[in-house]
Each structure stands twice: as structure tokens, then as C-alpha cells.
């Protein structure tokens, strides 16, 4: 029997392991590191339901949770700064294995009375190479050496009591150790980066071999779930379903239709800065291919006013936020007797917007993520929440949504006013969506569309001089973007041919007045987002 055997399965009202016992859940306790979000993918990419907490998650609630794994997160931090984030000793005692990635690892030896030693010159960043010390459990079946991924200055120099180590370099004695006993293991890399060659083994071994998991996570589990949730959740209730146009809302849509029928009503708000036709053929799609019934609002001429002037990018965001709760609240008084306001917030939004000592930094204001319920005076119904962007597209295939649909490039809440960098205007917006359309035009008649996870382009805020027919211009700069990620929190640039390149770029100068100029991003994320704003 593993250690994880004697643990049942969280039981979280507010998550989906709340529905029943079948499925096993991992904790990711976030120190505020970078790739936190990516450990709890990698861990869902082995069908094992995996949830993100603060540091600081109490070890009453994490044996409430029962669950069957612990991994402590990397972050920016020494264990030796004033207020660092730590760990209780208690909750190495809770008979629950324990995996410590990077600061996790040095939180670790700190509690339990080994030694870490501040950093000095010996830092290590980027590949390494280390060599296995001991070729069991985390390195079962892997080689006497593996590549992988560094990103630390302290570093562990003396064990605690129990442990031994498990891998070293040339300068580190120390990168992995484990009390096999007691389930604790670290490591001093991240697995959880495509980096680390043997990452996902080491992960593996982890979650089957120390923690006993089944792999019992499954979309379509989840969407059955969930439809039961909503049915218990809103009774005979009406619900509105605040719908962008997006597939996150699409499919939240659907499925909210499936929970409860005509009760559910979906509202489309043009904002005026979405996609050249965007907004009916997102209507199209919802009515004829699924039969939800959507009730769209004009209300372009509006927000367009309110932005007028605007050019800070959060600023951008607020003003959107703040009108489109006045045009809901508008269109919401209609619909009689509905207490429910759904939206498809997603995990990373809700991750992503929490700016507390210890989960990752926030980034930026979600737009669908807090003041609209207190705003609207609904409760909130959020069935997409802990699902990841890939997870929704599957959900999206088990629910029928077309391929077009849900296949479209992530679109940010927004739109293209995070696009438009600078004052956004009906005449600006108008020139972005032409260019945007020859850009997705030539990217799925070439058959790149499929093949890049996003791809748009970016009104730029100068102009630049030009010869077009002998005559001088001056002219709109358009950037081209086109990006390749797993999980959309880290990405790199994607290769488009340079013919398919030219191509594009000869069209947008030829064919829309107002632009003499393109150019291609060629940065990763990090050091820069996907979007420009």
C-alpha cells in the first residue's frame, strides 16, 4: 500500500471533486513562482485533477481536502529574506507525499532542519546536466544522466535528518534528494518545463509510484458533473449567460443550455472593438448549429465614446468593464426573475488576478474576473473555473461545438482595444479588422492556422514614411503575432515561412488604406506577454 491509499480524494464544495469521490486530487501550494500554473498542467496531463493554493493554505484545510499529493511550487525568494513564505513542520507530518520543486525543495531542508546556503557565484540558470545518484522511485527507468532545467542561487548543502540525495552536478552535490519512508522528495530543477528532457517521467513517477494515483480525471466526467452542479445550483432559477463571442464563453453557453434549457439566456454584447463580423457570426453559430437562444445588443456606438481619449492599457480594460456592466444591466432587465449570472471565467483568471504575498504576481485585470455579481446584483455561476484553456476546447468537442468554433485563436475580453495601441477610434479599429482579416485568411489558406496557437496583429501607435505610386506617405505600422504554447503561459515565436510572410504583408500595404509598413514579432514569452497590452 502507498502512502496515498490511506487518503480518499478531496472533497471541495467549490471544486469539481466536490461531486464525489472518484477523483483523486493533488494540491499545488504556490510560493509564487513562474511555472506554478505549469506544474498544475503537467499534472492534469496525467488525468490527475490538480488544484493551485496560496502557500499559506492551513493544514487543517489540506486535511479536509484529503488529498493524495503535495507539491510546493518554486519561487522568486531566498528562505533567508525577511517574511520569506515557508511551510509548517506539521504539514511534513500529515502522512500525505510531499514533492518540492526548486524553492519548494529548499523550504523543505530549511523546515526540516537541513541547511541552505545563500547564494553566491555558483548560481545556476538555464540547462544543466546531472547526474542520478540513486535510480529510484522520481528517476525509476531513467539514465545515469538527464538534461535538465536550473533557475536557482541558494542551494541545499547539508540534508535533513533521513534524506539522502538522489542527484547532483558539478557544482551542486545537492539537486534532488528524498525520505522514501515519510514520502518527501525535491528536487532542485523544474519537471515541469519542456526543458527538463525527462520532466514529465520524473512527474509521473511522483503522482503513480509515491502518491498512488489512478488517472481517473476525464473532460467528459467533468462535464457531467458539472451539469449536475448547475442543475442543483440554480433549481428552477433563470440564468443569463454573459457570452463574448469567445470559446470559453461558447462553451459555457452550451452547457449551461444543456443544464437547464430555455432557462438559460445568453447575452452578446458588441463592444465595437471585436473581430470584422465577428459578432454575427458568433450568433449564427449559437442559434442554428446548437439552438441557444442569444439576444444580441448594439452597443458599439458606446463604448467607443467612452474610450475616446483613452490610451493607458488597464485603463482601456476598466472603461470596457465598467460600460459593458451598464449595457448588461440594461439588457438583464428584460429577462424577469433571473437571480444567475454566468461567466466563463477560466483557472488561470482566477489565478492570474489574485495579487496576495504569496500566488503568482498579477499580471493583469481580467475582465471576467470580479465586480460584475456585486455590480449586477447576481450570483454568480462560474461552471469553467477550474478548467484550463486546452480543457475547455475538449469539453467544447464533448458538448458538439463546431470545429470552427472551437478551434478560433484565443480573442482577449477586450478585444481589439488591447490591439490598438494608443486612442482607439472607429477609424483605427476599422483599419485593424481589415488587417486582421487578410492575416487570418492567409494563414488558414496556407494551412498555418491549425499549426500556431495564436496568431494577430497589432496597431501600432506611429507611422512611418513610405513611396506608394511616387507619391511620399506617411503612414499606420502593423505588427504581425503569431505564437506557439501548450498552455498559454509561456509561449515562443511561431517560424511562418517568409514567402507565406510576404505574402501577408503585401496585401495588408496594398489592399487597406492607412497602412505603408509591417513588421513581425519575433519575441518569446517570457520576456514579453502575447498580447502587446
Known amino acids: 500500500m502507498t502512502l496515498a491509499e490511506s487518503s480518499a480524494p478531496a472533497q471541495d464544495s467549490s471544486s469539481p471533486a466536490a461531486a464525489g469521490s472518484r477523483h483523486q486530487t493533488v494540491l499545488v501550494l504556490d510560493f509564487g513562482g513562474q511555472y506554478t500554473q505549469l506544474i ?126 538522489t542527484a547532483s552536478t558539478g557544482s551542486v552535490p545537492i539537486v534532488a534528494f528524498e525520505d522514501r519512508e515519510r514520502g ?67 462553451v459555457m453557453a452550451v452547457l449551461l443550455h444543456r443544464a437547464v434549457g430555455e432557462r438559460a439566456t445568453a447575452i452578446f454584447v458588441d463592444n465595437g472593438v471585436l473581430r470584422k463580423d465577428e459578432g454575427a457570426q458568433v450568433v449564427r453559430a449559437l442559434e442554428e448549429t446548437l439552438a441557444v437562444p442569444v439576444r444580441a445588443v448594439d452597443a458599439r456606438a458606446r463604448f467607443l465614446a467612452a474610450l475616446a481619449g483613452v490610451e493607458e492599457p488597464e485603463q482601456k480594460r476598466k472603461v470596457i468593464g465598467r460600460v459593458f456592466i451598464e449595457v448588461f444591466r440594461d439588457a438583464a432587465a428584460s429577462i424577469h426573475d433571473a437571480r444567475f449570472l454566468a461567466q466563463g471565467t477560466l483557472y488561470p483568471d482566477v489565478i492570474e488576478s489574485v495579487s496576495v504575498k504569496g500566488p503568482s504576481a498579477l499580471i ?54 488591447v ?53 511620399r506617405t506617411y503612414e499606420n505600422v502593423v505588427a504581425l503575432r503569431a505564437v506557439d504554447t501548450q498552455d498559454f503561459m509561456t509561449a515562443d515565436w511561431s517560424p511562418l515561412p517568409h514567402e507565406l510572410l510576404g505574402r501577408i504583408a503585401n496585401r495588408i500595404v496594398n489592399e487597406i488604406q492607412g497602412i505603408n509598413r509591417v513588421v513581425y514579432d519575433v519575441t518569446s514569452k517570457p520576456p514579453a506577454t502575447i498580447e502587446w497590452e
Open 40 to 165: 498544475a498542467r503537467r499534472v492534469r496531463d496525467n488525468r490527475v485533477y490538480c488544484e493551485i493554493h496560496p502557500f499559506d493554505l492551513p493544514v487543517a484545510e489540506i486535511r479536509r481536502r484529503r488529498p493524495i499529493g503535495l507539491i510546493l511550487s518554486g519561487g522568486p525568494q531566498s528562505v533567508f529574506d525577511a517574511g520569506a513564505p515557508s511551510a509548517p513542520p506539521e504539514l511534513f507530518a500529515l502522512g500525505i507525499p510531499v514533492l518540492g520543486i526548486c524553492y519548494g525543495m529548499q523550504v523543505i531542508a530549511h523546515v526540516l532542519g537541513g541547511v541552505v546556503e545563500p547564494a553566491d557565484r555558483r548560481r545556476e540558470y538555464g540547462r544543466a546536466e546531472v547526474s542520478v545518484l540513486d535510480p529510484g522511485c522520481l528517476f525509476a527507468g531513467l539514465g545515469t544522466t538527464e538534461t535538465v532545467w536550473m533557475n536557482h542561487g541558494d542551494r541545499v548543502r547539508q540534508l535533513p535528518a533521513g534524506f539522502r540525495a
Open 184 to 250: 518527501i522528495f525535491a528536487v532542485q530543477f523544474h519537471p515541469e518545463v519542456s526543458h527538463t528532457v525527462s520532466g514529465g517521467d520524473i512527474l509521473r513517477s511522483f503522482l503513480f509510484s509515491a502518491c498512488g494515483a489512478r488517472g481517473d480525471w476525464r473532460i467528459a466526467s467533468f462535464l457531467e458533473e458539472s451539469v449536475a452542479q448547475v442543475r442543483e445550483r440554480v433549481g428552477e432559477g433563470r440564468v443569463i449567460c454573459a457570452l463574448s463571442g469567445g470559446v470559453d464563453s461558447s
Open 364 to 417: 493583469k485585470t481580467h475582465h471576467n474576473v470580479g465586480g460584475l455579481p456585486a455590480e449586477l446584483g447576481f450570483e454568480l455561476v462560474e461552471p469553467l473555473r477550474f478548467l484550463f484553456k486546452d480543457e475547455v476546447r475538449q469539453l467544447g468537442r464533448e458538448l458538439g461545438l463546431p470545429e470552427e468554433l472551437i478551434g478560433r485563436h484565443p480573442f482577449p475580453g477586450p478585444g481589439l482595444a
Open 419 to 471: 490591439r490598438i495601441l494608443g486612442e482607439v477610434t472607429a477609424e483605427r479599429v476599422a483599419v485593424l479588422q481589415e488587417a486582421d482579416v487578410v492575416f487570418l485568411h492567409e494563414l488558414r489558406e496556407s494551412g498555418w492556422y491549425a499549426k500556431v496557437s495564436q496568431a494577430f496583429a497589432v496597431l501600432l501607435p506611429v507611422k512611418s514614411v513610405g513611396v506608394m505610386g511616387d507619391f
